[in-house]
């Protein structure tokens, strides 16, 4: 184990490098370029982007703050923390993984309600708060509440005298059973099955959009468009992503149901299940790269933002000639 842990460590701390600084340099580019205008009375589509955007940012941001202290605890072994920071620390960890899934599913719902269908007229701001409130609430505050009230920290004492705390929910196996498949269901599946249906559609609207506008031209069949191709490889790429980073976390968490009271995990079961523990960081880590670094809208607005320009007045005191005479 001291092998794997040695290598989980150095994951974390690449993670760690590369996910910090990028959600911050995305928070502070897209803060200092300002979300929105104030001239518009209507938020406009890319507007709402960018904030979501500037949103799951500051979500990833907050769970890759938590990395220390987690791979610490897997490190070691012990959670050398102390009590209040273990109540803290691990709920603020369970609460960022969730609202970063609910975030990119909104986005992907209200990108396809936009795009692909005919209530974009009628789409306003606030509408999209009623899916963020419920995704919320029952996808985000009932699980991290639920973990937050199962949640202990103790020691437990290995002969001869090794001293071991521990930061962990102490569930009986039905109550375990319950939440983790309810967590399974509103973390992963839900979500995961709306991002899929929106981008699948997504692409076949523009698919067809291209197809009708081949025929009202009279075009002959050619070589598709090359943005219909960056739509498809940028949907592509985030949901391979997704699903690599998140399937494997919620597969081995769900394991326990499968294997019973009576099983035990397997040396090979313990190393993977200490990999995809890792995955929602990289799944942090990565998000700025897919979401805004790689968005030409973002690009464009943090680096085409007018430069301040300071105006240097030079001021002369008047000077009566006269008494110089």
């Given at each position: 184990?001291?092998?794997?842990?040695?290598?989980?460590?150095v994951v974390y701390i690449v993670v760690c490098l590369v996910g910090t600084p990028g959600n911050?340099?995305?928070?502070?580019?897209?803060?200092?370029a300002?979300?929105?205008?104030?001239?518009?009375?209507?938020?406009?589509?890319?507007?709402?982007?960018?904030?979501?955007?500037?949103?799951?940012?500051?979500?990833?941001?907050?769970?890759?703050?938590?990395?220390p202290a987690s791979a610490s605890y897997n490190y070691h072994g012990t959670w050398i923390f102390g009590s209040i920071p273990c109540y803290t620390i691990r709920s603020i960890e369970f609460f960022a993984k969730l609202f970063s899934v609910v975030l990119l599913t909104v986005m992907s719902l209200e990108r396809y309600i936009i795009v692909c269908t005919?209530?974009?007229?009628?789409?306003?701001?606030?509408?999209?708060?009623?899916?963020?409130?419920?995704?919320?609430?029952?996808?985000?505050?009932?699980?991290?509440?639920?973990?937050?009230?199962?949640l202990e920290h103790f020691s437990v004492t290995f002969p001869p005298s090794d001293v071991t705390w521990v930061c962990l929910p102490m569930m009986s196996n039905d109550v375990f059973n319950t939440f983790a498949q309810y967590?399974?269901?509103?973390?992963f599946i839900i979500p995961f099955a709306i991002m899929t249906a929106c981008y699948v559609m997504l692409v076949r609207h523009v698919k067809r959009k291209y197809k009708r506008r081949r025929a009202a031209t009279?075009?002959?069949?050619?070589?598709?468009?090359?943005?219909?191709?960056?739509?498809?490889?940028?949907?592509?790429r985030i949901a391979a992503f997704h699903f690599v980073c998140w399937a494997p976390f919620w597969s081995f968490t769900m394991l326990p149901n499968f294997i019973g009271d009576g099983g035990e995990e397997s040396k090979s079961l313990i190393y993977c299940r200490l990999v995809s523990n890792c995955l929602p960081y990289i799944n942090a880590a990565g998000n700025w790269i897919l979401y805004a670094l790689l968005n030409v809208d973002v690009r464009k607005h943090i680096y085409n933002?007018?430069?301040?320009?300071?105006?240097?007045?030079?001021?002369?005191?008047?000077v009566n000639t006269s008494s110089m005479c």
């Open positions: 184990m001291s092998s794997a842990k040695d290598f989980m460590t911050f340099w995305i928070i502070y580019k897209l803060f200092r300002k979300l929105w205008s104030g001239a518009s009375v209507q938020l406009t589509v890319s507007q709402r982007s960018r904030i979501y955007i500037f949103a799951l940012a500051c979500s990833d941001m907050i769970l890759l703050l938590t990395l005919r209530l974009r007229h009628l789409y306003r701001a606030w509408m999209s708060l009623v899916p963020l409130a419920v995704g919320t609430v029952f996808g985000v505050l009932v699980p991290t509440i639920f973990h937050f009230l199962y967590t399974f269901v509103v973390g009279m075009a002959q069949p050619g070589k598709e468009p090359r943005y219909m191709s960056e739509v498809r490889k940028s949907i592509w933002q007018p430069k301040k320009k300071r105006k240097f007045m030079l001021k002369f005191n008047p």
